[in-house]
């Protein structure tokens, strides 16, 4: 089989981890089995979704500012560019955010799905609109992702889910996985692999 595109998350997937969840989840005044960050502003009052907005934001952009690549991102994308495999970015992150991490690491996506642009991820929509832009097949696409939500959004869609193993918590929903990798250079190989079976 071969695969006609990648889909990759940003925040700790491309770039190493940075944001703090629970701290963030703390400053918002949200409990741990609250769920997502994203679920919980739709629940809240305006005036609490402002306030708690504004602490997301602020961290995003701190984020953004202090992003560093996971090793292997550039050289990853360079060769994806060069095999002809259109690259897009799904983020529960703003558009601006996921723009200026690629202005700053010169890093070239094909297309990107952000926050504003539908719903979020785990839904399969990102999934299902990058694989329209690049007419290719979900069940012929790998999202590579560091969090449940990367995972569930894939299988949502029909494509093939890949985590990067690379903080504390994933045991828990590793089992979500088609593919577990420790470090991006093993996404080449999957590609190789699933192309050319033995």
Do not use: W
């Amino acid at each position: 089989m071969k695969i006609q595109a990648v889909i990759f998350d940003l925040d700790g997937t491309l770039t190493e981890p940075f944001l703090d969840f629970d701290l963030i989840r703390r400053q918002m005044g949200l409990h741990a089995e609250e769920g997502g960050v994203l679920e919980a502003l739709l629940k809240m009052s305006e005036p609490q979704r402002q306030q708690a907005e504004a602490v997301l934001i602020s961290h995003e952009k701190n984020a953004a500012e202090q992003s560093a690549l996971n090793d292997g991102a550039s050289r990853l994308l360079d060769a994806l560019q060069t095999r002809g495999i259109p690259v897009g970015i799904l983020t529960r992150n703003t558009r601006e955010n996921a723009s200026y991490v690629a202005h700053k690491h010169s890093l070239h996506f094909d297309a990107m799905i952000c926050r504003e642009d539908g719903p979020a991820k785990p839904d399969g929509f990102g999934v299902r609109a990058l694989c329209r832009q690049f007419q290719v097949a979900p069940e012929q696409t790998l999202v590579v992702g560091d969090f449940k939500h990367d995972l569930e959004s894939a299988l949502n869609a029909g494509a093939i889910a890949v985590l990067l193993k690379n903080h504390a918590k994933p045991d828990t929903f590793e089992h979500l996985a088609d593919y577990v990798i420790l470090h991006l250079d093993e996404i080449l190989p999957i590609i190789d692999q699933l192309e050319h079976p033995l």
